[in-house]
C-alpha cells in the first residue's frame, strides 16, 4: 500500500491545486475580505485536520503549499487593495490580526507594508490640507496617530518595518503644507 502512496499523492496534490485554484477565483469574488480571510483560516484547519486523520505526514507541507498559493499567494493584491484600508478606517482588529497573519505566511508583509504607507499618508494629507478643520487638525492627527499606534501593537504584533514606514509617512503629510502644520502644533503646545 505505501507503495502506492507516492503515486496517490502526486494525483492528490494536483487535484488539490485545481480545486483551490477555481475555489479562490469563486470565492475572491462573491466574498468580502474579512469573510474569504476566515475562509482561508478555515480551510487551512481543515486540510490540517485530513492530514492527521487519512494522509502521510510529508503529505502535510506540500499540501498546505498548495493552499497558501492558491488562495493566498495568487490573490494577494485583491485582498490588500479590497480590504488592508477599509479595515484600518473601521479599526477591524480582529480582521487586521487575521490578514497580518496570513499574508505573513506568504511573504505579504512588504506589499501590505506598501499600502499601509499609503494609506497613512492618504489619510493625514487630507487632514493636513482640510482648511475647514485647520483648528483641529493638531489633534485630529494625534488621534491618528495614537489610533495607528494602537493597530500597529495589536494587530501587526508590532511589526517593526511597519512602525519605521509610520514614521516615514507621518514626516511626509507633516510637510505638505510647508509651516502650517508646525504653526499649529506651537499653537496647540501653548
Aim: hydrophobic fraction near 40%; charged fraction near 35%; charge should be negative.
Amino acid at each position: 500500500a505505501l507503495q502506492l502512496y507516492p503515486q496517490f499523492e502526486t494525483a492528490f496534490l494536483d487535484a488539490t491545486d485545481t480545486f483551490y485554484r477555481e475555489e479562490g477565483s469563486n470565492k475572491m469574488q462573491e466574498l468580502d475580505v474579512p469573510t474569504y480571510l476566515l475562509h482561508v483560516e478555515r480551510r487551512l484547519e481543515e486540510e490540517g485536520e485530513r492530514v492527521g486523520h487519512y494522509l502521510e505526514l510529508q503529505t502535510r507541507k506540500p499540501l498546505v503549499g498548495k493552499l497558501d498559493e492558491r488562495l493566498l499567494e495568487g490573490h494577494m493584491a485583491t485582498i490588500i487593495d479590497k480590504g488592508l484600508e477599509s479595515l484600518m478606517a473601521e479599526n477591524r482588529v480582529k480582521d487586521l490580526q487575521r490578514l497580518y497573519g496570513l499574508l505573513g505566511r506568504v511573504n505579504g508583509l512588504q506589499p501590505m507594508k506598501v499600502a499601509f504607507t499609503a494609506y497613512v499618508k492618504r489619510a493625514g494629507v487630507e487632514m493636513v490640507t482640510n482648511e475647514e478643520r485647520e483648528k483641529e487638525m493638531v489633534q485630529d492627527l494625534l488621534d491618528f496617530k495614537g489610533k495607528l499606534d494602537l493597530l500597529l501593537e495589536e494587530a501587526f504584533d508590532g511589526n517593526e518595518e511597519l512602525w519605521h514606514a509610520l514614521k516615514d509617512a507621518f514626516e511626509i503629510l507633516i510637510n505638505v503644507r510647508q509651516n502650517k502644520p508646525a504653526e499649529h502644533i506651537a499653537k496647540f503646545v501653548d
